[in-house]
């Protein structure tokens, strides 16, 4: 728990609002959207509940604040297009591996509409332009890009949340042969 009393203790507005922003991005992501309290996160910030709610305004708004993340999306049109699928795989395979907030997320998005606004959010911010680069005249980016997602998001959720045996037993480049092909298809591949 941060010590106001300690003399590095940021005192600015901006600093600590995103204090307590980290402060709940690791709360949310340990016990989950439902555990996760105003107080806990107060507590860990090193703040009073009250200044979170100054600043965040809600448990939802506070979420969304704490769910901001870079999906880091690999620059697909530089890869040879035959390659793309496996770019991707490769490239969601090790976010979710190295984010627990993605997984958390994840799990929030499936019971509360403000995580799930949120994951469509960073999808259609961070997915939909790469699908645009590789869609030739843009007509099926939205489409291919909502494809690729649900490959993504079904993984995910059957390997992390749900942690279905025989998803999780896969190793890394294993995952990646079986969803590649998928994902190419929907990037790239044509409809018939």
Avoid: C, N
């Amino acid at each position: 728990m941060a010590d106001p009393t300690r003399p590095d203790h940021p005192r600015s507005a901006p600093a600590t609002r995103e204090r307590i922003r980290l402060a709940a991005r690791e709360r949310f992501a340990r016990d989950g959207f439902e555990r996760t309290t105003i107080r806990q996160v107060a507590a860990d910030a090193g703040v009073d509940p009250a200044l979170v709610m100054r600043y965040f305004g809600s448990k939802p708004q506070l979420f969304a604040a704490a769910a901001e993340l870079d999906i880091r999306m690999p620059r697909l049109a530089e890869v040879p297009r035959e390659h793309v699928g496996e770019a991707l795989a490769r490239h969601f395979v090790h976010r979710w591996e190295s984010d627990d907030t993605l997984q958390a997320i994840l799990r929030a998005a499936a019971t509360h509409p403000e995580a799930a606004e949120r994951m469509r959010e960073v999808f259609a911010e961070q997915l939909l332009p790469v699908a645009r680069e590789l869609d030739a005249d843009r007509s099926e980016a939205a489409t291919r890009a909502a494809l690729a997602a649900s490959q993504v998001l079904g993984m995910a959720l059957t390997r992390y949340v749900l942690r279905f045996p025989a998803i999780v037993e896969l190793g890394h480049d294993e995952l990646v042969a079986w969803i590649a092909p998928t994902l190419q298809r929907y990037l790239t591949g044509d409809r018939d």
